[in-house]
């Protein structure tokens, strides 16, 4: 049996994960991080029975030529699957967009599918030396910055996002993430709120976050980037 993709999930059609573009999304199993905001619980662990398998869902994917623009692999972190690109080479022959969303985990598997992608949604979580205090890993944002450097060198469009919830990222620290981004050339960036939506953490849940961050605040972080959204 050759190698294939660990698929953890499959939508078929999504207007909101590829920017402009009708898209499937898959998702694949597995990430090394525990985030507490994270509402993919189930992908977290890798090799989880599924009766989703790539061959079933390549052959969907060549029935919807023409229907949709784009397949985006999602997570998990799916750039640590060793299919990936060959997966990614397979939904590029049979004529779509490709994109990507990424952790920024793992450089040397996103340096070999970046040539493949016309675009990537990366998540920069925090600070880069509070990145434990999310992940719940230690020393898990070294890699971020490397990965975040490559994307924007690469010329593909992106966007850059962090979810912000005032319990795990205070104003202060939103505003030095918004500096550090802005100073490696980062000209997209999406403030995203945090959703309870798949969230199993009660504490961030119950949490009032309907007027953060503040009005102030995000007319500081516009000042920093061309292009900004606030997406709640």
Known sequence: MRNSLRIGGFTPFSAADYPGKLAAVVFVQGCPWRCSYCHNLHLQERGTATELTWDAIRGFLSRRTGLIDAVVFSGGEAT??????????????????VGLHTACIYPK????????????????KAPLEDYAAITGVQGSGRAVQQ??????????????????????????????????????????????????????????????????PSLALQEKIRALFPSLLIRA
């Open 80 to 97: 640590m699957d060793p299919a990936l690109a060959l997966a990614m080479k397979e939904v590029r022959e049979l004529g779509f967009l």
């Open 109 to 124: 598997q996103l340096e070999r599918v970046l040539p493949l992608l016309n675009w990537v949604g990366f998540d920069v």
């Open 147 to 212: 990965c975040a450097e490559m994307i924007l060198a690469s010329g593909v469009d992106y966007e850059c996002r962090t979810t912000i919830h005032p319990s795990l990222l205070s104003e202060q620290k939103i505003m030095a993430l918004a500096l550090e981004l802005s100073a490696i050339g980062v000209q997209h960036y999406v403030l995203q709120k945090f959703r309870t939506q798949g969230c199993q953490t009660k504490a961030l849940n119950q949490a009032l976050i309907a007027d953060y």
